[in-house]
């Protein structure tokens, strides 16, 4: 892997005001009109783009004052390693030479070799990483143990790159003085520990943790957490009366009684997400949540959710009637289902948008511009009302193919189990309904938000454009949780509607049967299998016009749940740049002892894969292993004859063999790529390749350098 085969552009932004946008188009854009993805330097920052493939970009400048932009340098198509440099003050300035200069390339690229070895959290490098340290392990430690454990860290990374050695990196160097200031602190390492759960995603149950049983070392944290475990109790509630609200007036024939459990039970429901979001968000389980925050979350999500709530009562007023149209029957035809789906998929998308954005701007005050509010409205529409048709659709095909609920066979002696069956099928029915709408809706969402969000994030200068494949990775995650919440929602609105259905079949039961015209002796003779039997013809007759039906029961109520992810800072701040002169980083000491070694391991690929390390301690055979990817091994400094192999379960398993990686060729005959040291070494091993098989493709020394060796 030569850097001859490496196309390298390095801007560096020397600008006091403005922050610079780097923008990459493919080649075959002309016009450069829509950017595969870009990257924002702040002030003082520098950024080294590497690509194996030709490639076109831009440069332009946002200034800080009243953020007017100012493109300094056209689109072009790469034609050599260069190196952009943009100064000025009031304007700017750019100056393009070759990119000769080896020492700041070398730099360059090792930071970016680092980048990829060490974890990230919160958009940063992670702070345990940094200083050389496993997170699990450490914080199985006790309190003291941690605090030795960190400072041990602390010595070892900056006797690697204190500036003053050789090798060194000043910027590194703030790194690790600011990660070890941080995570010395009881207070802010618990903090910091919540955020590293919390990161992990909504697939592990470590997020799940930090926010049910976060990690609490003082008072203020955890009257935080009980704070907000209040607020999240008060969010659920609101959001399951929203739907109880909504569930239980939807099918009344009076149209009052409908209208108002539209209104303020989507104006509940609302409430409760846009608050319940709130309480789980990333800032307020690591910072916490005040009442203030929350009650406005809460109150701009009333408004929003009252308005879609309306919406749909009036739109299907409109099309099916207020208590006289059964969506359960095959009466409302589909041009209705997708009328109806439209519109209220537009409506609701667009009030979500809306609240979304308010919620930023008056809650969280972060700077929203009307470009930005209008731009995402209007893809929470079109999404919307997308996800509204195929909804529509979807739910009118199961409805049709579904027979009557209330029509199973009643005859003979399996009467009693017939009727509790026919109970199932109504509950099953509906639950096919519902599940099989919220499905084609995210489905939809997924498939149409996702090109919609590409064009809106290049549309809004003040965010990094992703690339496409991120898009669709961010896609598809986004659609699998909302397919889970939409599905949690639907399903406790279903069994709701299905009890309160069942609850008032049974009380319209009974006083039928009180009417003093039936024959006394008929009701005697009936027992309970004839009541049983009555009972479902009368809900038959119920469903065949007769009964309350439940007119809104099968809304086409697609919601726009933004797709972008709110941004969030870093958490090192921007005066980090300078290191003040009077703090000592490390007092250095070259006492000549030997040190202890580390290797780690990073597996790009499927598969199982783990790292074997043997070495000789006193006369003694040690061996060692971890499985998974970014795990380490540590070498204490008197081990000699060192051996580092990996493995892989294929289906048994087995060695890696030994492959060239710098011929890219396999070695004849097979043997297992074994790495010997007579003292411990500091490595990262790289292993990539297939289900089948992997080969180590690179390892890189202390300095995030790639060595030499077989």
């Not at 390298?8 to 009109?33: E, G, K, M, Q």
């Not at 450490?138 to 030795?148: F, G, H, I, L, Y």
């Not at 009328?339 to 930023?360: E, Q």
């Not at 009307?370 to 739910?395: E, I, N, W």
Request: net charge neutral.
């Amino acid at each position: 892997m030569g850097d001859e085969e490496y196309k390298s552009v390095l801007i560096v932004n020397d600008l006091a005001d403005a922050h610079i946008t780097f923008y990459l188009y493919p080649r075959w854009d002309v016009i450069c009109w829509l950017s595969l993805e870009s990257k924002i330097l702040k002030p003082g920052e520098k950024y080294l783009h590497r690509s194996k493939k030709r490639f076109q970009f831009k440069i332009v400048a946002r200034f800080q004052d009243g953020q007017r932009s100012k493109t300094i340098l056209d689109c072009q198509q790469w034609d050599g390693d260069k190196l952009f440099k943009i100064t000025g003050t009031t304007s700017s300035t750019v100056t393009e030479e070759a990119l000769t200069d080896q020492v700041e390339k070398r730099i360059c690229l090792r930071n970016v070799q680092r980048s990829k070895e060490l974890k990230r959290t919160r958009g940063g490098r992670n702070f345990y990483d940094i200083l050389g340290l496993d997170i699990k392990k450490v914080r199985k430690m006790s309190k003291e143990q941690q605090a030795k454990e960190i400072r041990k860290g602390y010595l070892k990374q900056m006797h690697i790159w204190h500036p003053d050695r050789d090798g060194g990196d000043e910027e590194i160097a703030k790194e690790i003085l600011f990660a070890y200031e941080t995570l010395q602190n009881e207070e802010k390492r618990a903090c910091y520990n919540n955020l590293t759960e919390y990161d992990e995603g909504w697939l592990s149950l470590r997020r799940y943790k930090a926010i049910f049983k976060p990690e609490c070392v003082t008072e203020e944290q955890r009257e935080a957490y009980k704070r907000r475990m209040i607020l999240f109790a008060m969010s659920a509630l609101l959001t399951i009366g929203g739907i109880v609200s909504t569930s239980v007036t939807a099918g009344l024939a009076a149209p009052v009684v409908v209208i108002c459990g539209g209104v303020f039970g989507g104006g509940s429901l609302g409430a409760g997400l846009q608050s319940l979001k709130h309480t789980l968000k990333k800032e307020s389980v690591v910072d916490g949540c005040s009442f203030k925050d929350w009650s406005g979350k809460a109150g701009i999500g009333f408004v929003a959710g009252a308005v879609t709530g309306g919406a749909g009562v009036g739109i299907y007023a409109a099309v099916t009637g207020i208590g006289s149209a059964a969506l359960e029957s095959a009466v409302v035809t589909t041009g209705q289902y997708i009328g109806t789906g439209v519109t209220t998929g537009a409506v609701g998308g667009m009030a979500s948008s809306l609240a979304a954005d308010a919620g930023r701007r008056f809650v969280e005050g972060k700077d929203v511009t009307l470009k930005q509010t209008a731009s995402r409205a209007l893809c929470g529409a079109v999404v919307g009302s997308v996800a509204g048709v195929v909804g529509g659709a979807v739910t009118k095909a199961v409805v049709g193919s579904q027979p009557s609920a209330a029509a199973a066979n009643l005859e003979g002696e399996g009467g009693e189990q017939d009727a509790i069956i026919s109970g199932a099928k109504r509950l099953g029915n509906a639950l096919a309904r519902k599940i099989s709408r919220s499905v084609a809706e995210n489905g939809a969402e997924a498939v149409v938000g996702g090109p919609l969000h590409i064009v809106e994030e290049r549309l809004d200068d003040s965010v990094e454009n992703q690339s496409p494949g991120k898009h669709i990775v961010n896609g598809i995650k986004n659609a699998a949780r909302n397919f889970a919440l939409g599905c949690a929602r639907e399903g406790v609105a279903v069994f709701v509607n299905h009890a309160y259905n069942e609850f008032q079949g049974d009380q319209k039961f009974e006083e039928k049967n009180e009417n003093p015209l039936i024959d006394d002796d008929a009701k005697r003779s009936g027992s309970k299998l004839f009541s049983l039997q009555n009972r479902e013809s009368f809900l038959r007759d119920e469903e065949n016009g007769e009964g309350p039906h439940k007119w809104s029961a099968e809304t086409c109520s697609a919601t726009y749940r933004p797709l972008n992810i709110e941004e969030t800072p870093d958490l090192v701040p921007e005066n980090l740049h300078s290191l003040s002169e009077d703090i000592v980083l490390v007092e250095l000491k070259t006492d000549g002892q030997p040190k202890d070694g580390k290797v780690k391991y990073i597996c790009n690929g499927a598969g199982l894969s783990k790292m074997v390390v043997s070495f000789f301690e006193n006369s003694e055979k040690v061996t060692e292993e971890v499985k998974g990817s970014g795990k380490s091994i540590n070498i204490p400094s008197s081990a000699r004859k060192i051996e580092v192999r990996f493995q892989i379960l294929c289906p048994f398993w087995g060695d890696i063999c030994k492959y060239d990686r710098f011929h890219k060729s396999w070695f004849r005959p097979d043997e297992p790529h074994i790495f010997r040291y007579d003292t411990p070494p500091i490595r990262t091993f790289t292993i990539s390749g297939n289900l089948w098989w992997k080969a180590v493709i690179r390892v890189s020394d202390k300095y995030h350098e790639e060595t030499k060796e077989m």
